[in-house]
Nanobody
């Protein structure tokens, strides 16, 4: 069982930045690929970014490519999402997730989910 706890959400103006963190309670963190998803009000949850076990491979949704960066620190059991040039459309609850795969980009591949952290971008 893996428990995931997100932090770092908040209210920011358009053009600003936030860094989300997700701490995992597992001794085998490096054996999981990690992902970030988000769900805006009235919309389905969507993929944002993913990173492989060792961090060597990353994938991004087209909507965030060039603005968001996913990274991980296996020594700290933590995955990060650096979000720059934020837009009002980025407003959503952001979830981190863990998958027992080399890398995963679709929701069904993920085995464990955090509770989410709210990100609100004002115009």
């Amino acid at each position: 069982q893996v428990q995931l706890v997100e932090s770092g959400g908040g209210l920011v103006q358009a053009g600003g930045s936030l860094r989300l963190s997700c701490a995992a309670s597992t001794r085998t963190f490096s054996g999981y690929s990690m992902g970030w998803f988000r769900q805006a009000p009235g919309k389905e949850r969507e993929f944002v970014a993913a990173i492989s076990w060792g961090g060597g491979r990353t994938y991004y949704a087209d909507s965030v490519k060039g603005r968001f960066t996913i990274s991980r620190d296996n020594a700290k059991n933590t995955v990060y999402l650096q979000m720059n040039s934020l837009k009002p459309d980025d407003t959503a609850v952001y979830y981190c997730a863990a998958a027992a795969e080399l890398i995963a980009t679709i929701e069904i591949e993920y085995d464990y989910w955090g509770q989410g952290t709210q990100v609100t971008v004002s115009s």
